[in-house]
């Protein structure tokens, strides 16, 4: 069994490849087990690594040293493969993957922990041809968060500041759009402000629609937000992000299902934890266990309700 260690040294803004190499290091001195650490260098070169690896070793534990976009990177490489698992080892800024743990997401940053850690099959969105192991979504969300980074990298604004200036620009764009929604029954043609389908809890650096969502049932929690005014968007959000949608019923719409079809009058951005794609139709379908995951040694412990079936 092989571990590699994937490092993005762009995340969270400065370059961490010496400080992962010092800990891994340290952490292999009593152990006898291959490692590799890998530094990227470019967009889905994570994901490319993975799967040159694939075919070079009987078995290989994947470490997404980054953000939630390194992670996805990861993901992408490792899903459906029976001999590959993967987690997130944190670097990055956002980590939304890891903050659904609530107090047990300090164990992702234990490197011993990690290399100590159980395997775990959980689902997976099937996107566009991409995957997503967090959260999907479309609209005025997708467009906020796939845009955020353009004004997180100004130094006097920095990554929260980055996405009060998002939210500002492209509401000042428009909330809306229109947009053919279908999953299940439902089958709707209407002007939306966002759909968000949800296989994890939390996403946009810390929005939390839906807390009771599972990533190991085989189904996803989605929310359709109607058309609404700027003002009425600005005093429902903090339900929308605390995870009090079922309480707007009258603009929102909650479902539960396994696959997921929306089409838009012209091309726009789909947000796939923190990653975009671009498109004029959208396909999801929920991917039961197809994806291991690490679980650090210690995960359940400290959380009271806690995103996998442990």
Do not use: W
């Not at 810390?206 to 599972?214: I, L, V």
């Amino acid at each position: 069994m092989k571990h590699l260690f994937i490092v993005n040294p762009a995340a969270g803004g400065h370059d961490a490849t010496d400080e992962v190499s010092a800990r891994v290091k340290a952490s292999f001195q009593g152990r006898s087990e291959p490692y590799e650490i890998y530094v990227t260098c470019g967009p889905r070169d994570a994901t490319r690594k993975i799967r040159t690896e694939l075919s070079e070793s009987n078995g290989l534990r994947v470490y997404a040293c980054g953000g939630d976009g390194t992670f996805n990177e990861c993901v992408c490489g490792a899903a459906l493969q029976p001999d590959v698992a993967v987690t997130p080892f944190p670097t990055g800024t956002g980590n939304d993957f890891c903050r659904q743990f609530g107090s047990d997401a300090v164990l992702f940053q234990d490197l011993d922990a990690l290399l100590d850690g159980t395997i775990h099959e959980i689902d997976l969105i099937s996107c566009n041809g991409s995957y997503s192991a967090n959260i999907c979504s479309v609209g005025i969300d997708a467009r906020i968060g796939t845009s955020v980074h353009k004004y997180s990298k100004i130094p006097i604004v920095g990554g929260a500041g980055g996405y009060v200036i998002s939210a500002a620009v492209n509401a000042f764009k428009g909330i809306s759009s229109n947009m053919h929604v279908r999953c299940g029954r439902y089958d709707v043609e209407a002007k939306q402000s966002l759909v968000c389908a949800c296989n994890g809890r939390f996403y946009g650096g810390g929005f939390n629609p839906s807390p009771d969502a599972m990533m190991d049932d085989g189904l996803m929690d989605i929310f359709i937000v109607k058309k609404v005014s700027l003002l009425t968007f600005a005093r429902l959000i903090k339900k929308y992000a605390d995870g009090r949608a079922d309480e707007l019923p009258r603009y929102v719409t909650h479902l539960r299902g396994t696959d997921l079809y929306i089409e838009f009058d012209g091309e726009d951005v789909i947000n796939l934890d923190g990653e975009a794609l671009y498109a004029d139709t959208v396909s999801m379908h929920l991917l039961p266990k197809a994806l291991r995951l690490i679980v650090p040694a210690g995960l359940g412990r400290g959380t009271p309700n806690p995103p996998l079936c442990l």
